[in-house]
């Protein structure tokens, strides 16, 4: 690519962080070693006081792992990305990093389970003050600001209801509370979402979803909008440890060079998909930020440009007419996850919520007959056709 110039995601996709090593290669290679020679004792002070540039230790950087931060970075329009083992490992890296006793942090209420639990668990017992808030309703996360609020933390569309938050107006909120947002930009992916341009400071990735695309690889990425978060940032995870591995960069990197395409075809499959449900008599509502029948469409239409892979649809028959559409698909999966080239079905009631109480799961809108749907890339009427089917049994 050329220096400077402003190409489009299409084109990013496939080029950016792309390689130019000595050999000239064209794909990345991978660098699976966990350490780098040092020319004599001069080089290696130097690598070591920062005033050479050059690799000494595969947790602290690697150049295929250096490759893939740089590819998601550019997609975000960010400052720089850290790569890590993990979503979650991302996630806690900017916990850890951000949050100390007696800060205070606001949280989406409609947010990955294990982010919830992270952070009522581990950071609670470390003396964060925490508050869960209904943030697709911007006055909730207003109200919830405490002198002491160090981040306001949201994800959207979120999980697996597909709540939208206004990104524009939780930036302007935090800041005003001299507070970072930072944003779980997982369902979305950079293509359809770039939420520092919204005014967010720092975007993660659980990669393990859209970025790699291809249900083989867990991993999460840190996007900075600036070099002092990127540098802080960078210490913590040197630290903590929850570093990806070369082999594991290069496929998550490979697998971006289709991101666009398969976006495109995730968003046009889930709205054909969605539509279809929205008249089925076996299905009562369809969660799909998409349809003008979503609470929060026109929020999304203003900050999406387009709706992404995931539905959340309630089926007729409460949890066993949910079981009977997971035990007669044939085409769509039976698995937890998302936003791999395959569709995948789940059921929350009877499988990732199952552990919560009915109460405590309607209290979290996730009722009995609600299915959650990952869109592939497969064919759209072949996938209705086996959804049609499966609900017909109910
Ligand atoms: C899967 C997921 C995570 C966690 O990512 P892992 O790679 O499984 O650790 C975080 N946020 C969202 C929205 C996710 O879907």
Redesign the pocket.
């Known amino acids: 690519m050329e220096k400077g110039k402003q190409y489009t995601d299409d084109t990013k996709s496939v080029h950016a962080g792309m390689s130019d090593d000595e050999h000239l290669s064209v794909s990345t290679p991978i660098y699976q070693t966990s350490t780098f020679k040092f020319k004599n004792a001069d080089h290696g002070a130097r690598l070591f006081q920062g005033r050479e540039d050059g690799y000494i230790y595969t947790r602290m950087g690697n150049p295929t792992i250096q490759a893939l931060e740089q590819a998601v970075a550019e997609l975000e329009n960010g400052y720089k990305g850290l790569a890590c083992a993990?979503?979650?490992?991302a996630?806690q890296t900017i916990f850890a990093t951000y949050l100390q006793a007696g800060d205070h942090i606001i949280c989406s209420e409609a947010v990955?389970g294990?982010?919830h639990t992270l952070l009522a668990t581990v950071f609670e017992k470390f003396g964060v003050e925490i508050s869960f808030v209904n943030s697709e309703n911007t006055r909730e996360i207003e109200q919830a600001v405490r002198p002491n609020t160090k981040i306001v933390y949201i994800?959207t569309p979120g999980?697996p209801t597909l709540a939208v938050t206004d990104l524009q107006a939780a930036a302007g909120i935090a800041h005003q509370a001299n507070a970072r947002l930072v944003v779980?930009n997982?369902?979305s992916s950079p293509i359809l979402q770039k939420p520092l341009n919204l005014g967010a400071d720092i975007v993660l990735h659980?990669?393990?979803?859209f970025l790699n695309g291809h249900a083989d690889v867990?991993?999460?990425m840190i996007v900075a909008k600036t070099s002092e978060d990127y540098k802080t940032m960078r210490k913590i995870l040197n630290l903590l440890g929850g570093v990806l591995g070369p082999m594991n960069s290069f496929l998550v990197h490979r697998g971006i060079k289709t991101l666009k395409m398969r976006m495109d075809r995730h968003c046009q499959n889930a709205n054909k998909i969605a539509e279809f449900l929205e008249q089925h008599n076996k299905v009562e509502r369809v969660l799909y930020p998409g349809l003008p029948s979503h609470p929060q469409h026109k929020v999304a239409q203003k900050q999406m440009s387009g709706f992404g892979g995931m539905i959340s649809f309630e089926v007729t028959g409460g949890v066993e007419g949910g079981k009977t559409v997971m035990n007669n698909v044939q085409l769509c999966q039976l698995a937890v996850?998302?936003g791999g080239v395959e569709t995948l079905i789940q059921h929350p009631a009877s499988m990732t919520h199952a552990i919560l109480s009915r109460e405590e799961r309607l209290e979290a809108n996730i009722t009995d007959g609600l299915v959650r749907l990952s869109v592939g890339v497969e064919d759209a009427q072949e996938l209705i056709d086996d959804l049609d089917q499966a609900l017909s049994k109910i």
Do not use: W
Not at 206 to 209: D, G, N
């Open positions: 993990s979503g979650m490992a996630i990955y294990p982010t994800e999980n779980d997982t369902f659980s990669m393990t979803k867990v991993g999460g996850s998302l």
